[in-house]
């Protein structure tokens, strides 16, 4: 058996002020940190060995990375960085408000840029262009993506470096965002594409599950 950990980050000043951010940068909280250090605590508790974290190349999901990993007495254990493991991007909703964009655009509308698998938020006008991508190719940066188009450049990566890594009987922890731990949860428990707009991740709960010898799940539970 091997153990597999999804952590969402701790609260981020976008999350405290209810806006999208995707993959801009937004800092922790005060609250989030402390959120940060729960999670540590309640992973040292089930003490896990972990041999590799993998996280994204957003400040929120690092500092959070680091900040588990001290707690747990493992700061020295790998962390690999990547781009497949960013927030889903939010295009040109990005900045606004959650509420604000249900006033301008209807709920019903909202939930579906949200929610839905398939469906994508308004584009930005061009893709930005930032130092920590400029040794990847152009084609990586989006203007916005739906769920399912954050999904297919995660699972790759899911399949090329946590996969193995299990397979090998190496524990794994993943620090990422709310919709690219959901695509990858929806990838895991092959949970269709209509019911995956019910599942939510909450900041800062960590995800245990225990997986056979073939990555199937014999037992999922959230530390509290």
Do not use: C
């Amino acid at each position: 058996m091997v153990k597999l950990v999804l952590l969402r980050h701790g609260q981020s000043l976008a999350n405290q002020e209810n806006e999208y951010t995707g993959w801009t940068d937004s800092p922790l909280t005060e609250q989030g940190r402390y959120e940060a250090l729960d999670a540590g605590k309640l992973l040292a508790r089930v003490e896990i060995q972990f041999s590799t974290l993998h996280t994204s190349l957003l400040s929120r999901a690092i500092e959070t990375s680091n900040i588990v990993l001290d707690q747990i007495h493992e700061n020295w254990v790998p962390i690999k960085k990547t781009w497949r493991l960013n927030e889903r991007h939010y295009g040109a909703l990005r900045g606004l408000n959650k509420d604000k964009t249900r006033e301008i655009y209807g709920k019903k509308q909202v939930a579906l840029w949200r929610r839905s698998f398939a469906t994508v938020p308004p584009l930005l006008s061009q893709t930005d262009h930032e130092r920590r991508y400029q040794v990847w190719p152009e084609s990586i940066l989006p203007r916005a993506e739906s769920l399912e188009m954050a999904s297919n450049r995660i699972i790759p990566y899911w399949l090329d470096q946590i996969a193995p890594a299990l397979l090998h009987g190496k524990n794994q922890l993943i620090v990422a965002h709310g919709s690219t731990l959901r695509a990858l949860i929806k990838y895991l428990e092959e949970i269709d594409d209509r019911s995956i707009d019910g599942v939510e991740v909450a900041n800062a709960v960590p995800i245990l599950y225990t997986l056979d010898d073939k990555l199937k799940i014999m037992q999922k539970r959230e530390l509290k």
